[in-house]
């Protein structure tokens, strides 16, 4: 969904918006709430005292959270009903305004296409007066924006802004966390279809855990050891023999290294990965039978036929499209119709309608 569809979205869904309160839903999503933050223990302060106040409150139809681009602003009244753990909202929060790098020119770009949608009369605000604000908002050195007193009175906001994956992710960071609070090295599975968003996911937790990643990428089975027996096996493309020996490496939690297997060139290259606390194995296969044991953790992603292909062709195009509907996706479905997640800890996330 592009910013256009969005915006619009937006004024379907808070018609009483007036110009400034779209000014500060852009000025979050391009710089998110850093300056709402002195600190992660002010932070946590600040909000558990704004989730007593308005936790009483009653606002119809209020979405967990309201998703703009890559931002989710996340609403403390449902947050706080559904029992979610506050501490890690307010660490998400603080970690997700750490890791965005907003610029004015894409804030002015954005500005503009709200602009052009009012002056079409797709938001229904008069063309002139927001004109007029959005220029004077500038020209007053572009300061942070506050809502309207006709949003503020009619929907009572009180939300806060993080990273639309970190949302999505919500669980996952509360169970890693927990497990790192009772282990020494904590390792989990990102598994799922091609297309399902394995890689964006296990990168968002690199980033906020200053975690590594290891990809099943690099360990698919070299021509030499393909043959007839191995690949009817659920799983057998992969060279999970060689998989167990380095995540055996990886569970000591002092560094280690191995040979990263380069399907396009046929060569090993050899990877000297860091310690740390917490390891990620991600890519398809990576729930593999022979090292299922070895997680604390599994997470699997899910994506229905349709958003996987179109995924797959804007990411690929149309002839690596082909390849993964002809060779790469049967092998995938024959191994997620054999795999047992028995004895490991699931979780799962669809994206299919991330669309």
Sequence with gaps: MDIKRQLIDFCRRYPLMR??????????????????????????????????????????QEPAADFFLEM???????????????????????????????????????????????????????????????????????????????????????YRVIKKEYWQLFDVIEKIDKLLNSRLTVTVAIDGNSGAGKSFFSQALKDYY?????????????????????????GGNVHYERLR????KMKDAG???????????????????????????????????????MYDLAVIVKVNKAVQTKRILNRDGAEKLKRYVNEWIPLEDKYFSALDTTGVETMTIDTSKEE
Excluded: W
């Design 19 to 60: 110009t400034q309160d779209y000014i500060k839903l852009i000025f979050q999503s391009e710089y998110y709430g850093g300056h709402f933050i002195a600190s992660e223990d002010d932070s946590l302060r600040r909000l558990k005292k704004e989730a007593e106040l308005c936790v009483v409150q009653k606002v119809p």
């Design 72 to 158: 989710a602003r996340v609403n403390i009244r449902p947050f706080v009903r559904a029992g979610k753990n506050l501490n890690t909202l307010n660490r998400i929060f603080v970690e997700s305004n750490r890791l965005t790098n907003g610029n004015r020119e894409s804030f002015d770009e954005k500005l503009n296409v709200f602009l052009q949608l009012v002056k079409e009369k797709k938001i229904d605000l008069p063309y002139y007066a927001v004109s007029r604000e959005v220029s004077e908002y500038k020209k007053s050195g572009y300061p942070i924006p506050n809502h309207s007193s006709a949003v503020k009175m009619n929907y009572a906001p009180a």
């Design 210 to 234: 200053g975690c590594q990643v290891l990809h099943t990428d690099d360990f698919f089975l070299p021509p030499s050891l393909k043959s007839k027996e191995r690949l009817d096996e659920a």
């Design 245 to 248: 020996e380095t995540m055996i």
């Design 255 to 293: 560094g280690y290294e191995y040979d990263r297997y380069d399907c396009r060139t046929g060569e090993f290259k050899k990877v000297v990965i860091p310690a740390c606390r917490l390891n990620i194995v991600e890519g398809c296969y990576s729930l593999h039978r022979s090292v299922k044991d």
